[in-house]
T-cell receptor
Framework: GIQVEQSPPDLILQEGANSTLRCNFS?????LQWFHQNPWGQLINLFY???GTKQNGRLSATTVATERYSLLYISSSQTTDSGVYFC?????????????FGTGTRLTIIP | DAGVTQSPTHLIKTRGQQVTLRCSPK?????VSWYQQALGQGPQFIFQ???????QRGNFPDRFSGHQFPNYSSELNVNALLLGDSALYLC??????????FGPGTRLTVL
């Protein structure tokens, strides 16, 4: 199966700092999603981004499918950004494909 | 528009018992996937249901079974519980769309 690696595993930043989270995957994919898991366990969709670049407020993501990696950028971090960020990939671009998750990046924002 | 809901929120069982977890998909969604998330790990795919049938299955033993009802809601059953089954169980729904939406999860503790 597809292997997904995320780095760094842990990141501690001061409020207001910027960060870059990386996701590497071992095979071609047609589905790549970024999620934020809050302290209560809820997975929140951030981006569906199998290729290209998207932005949503302070967050943006870029996927270079040919080189099998994706980056999540968080600018001007706030304490509410704390949590675990997961990258998940799938072979299909329909909703009928299982997602394979990485082990996540735990982000802690200090006031 | 209600999102994905799961019940119960928390559950404590003893080894050897059986448990049933429930999931109601987001309105308009017809596909339900179940994931297991052990502490400190990313979610792992258990199986997916569409049109009341199991369409895909991950690497989980037959002790894990499921069901989908005509209203698209779903149940996850785990028999002969082991200590290692302690985890957060997440349900995700979708509809011919690559984006999967997750519920808040059920935290199962096996003593």
């Amino acid at each position: 199966g597809i292997q997904v690696e995320q780095s760094p595993p842990d990141l501690i930043l001061q409020e207001g700092a910027n960060s870059t989270l990386r996701c590497n995957f071992s095979d071609s994919v047609n589905n790549l999603q970024w999620f934020h898991q809050n302290p209560w366990g809820q997975l929140i969709n951030l981006f569906y981004i199998p290729s290209g670049t998207k932005q949503n407020g302070r967050l943006s993501a870029t996927t270079v499918a040919t080189e099998r990696y994706s980056l999540l950028y968080i600018s001007s971090s706030q304490t509410t950004d704390s949590g675990v960020y997961f990258c998940a990939v799938g072979k299909s671009n329909f909703g009928n494909e299982k997602l394979t998750f990485g082990t996540g990046t735990r982000l802690t924002i200090i006031p | 528009d209600a999102g994905v809901t799961q019940s119960p929120t928390h559950l404590i069982k003893t080894r050897g018992q059986q448990v049933t977890l429930r999931c109601s998909p987001k309105s308009g969604h017809d596909t339900v996937s179940w994931y297991q998330q052990a502490l400190g790990q990313g979610p792992q795919f258990i199986f997916q249901y569409y049109e009341e049938e199991e369409r895909q299955r991950g690497n989980f033993p037959d002790r894990f079974s499921g069901h989908q009802f005509p209203n698209y809601s779903s149940e996850l059953n785990v028999n002969a519980l082991l200590l290692g089954d302690s985890a957060l169980y997440l349900c995700a729904s979708s509809r011919r769309d690559p984006t999967q939406y997750f519920g808040p999860g059920t935290r199962l503790t096996v003593l």
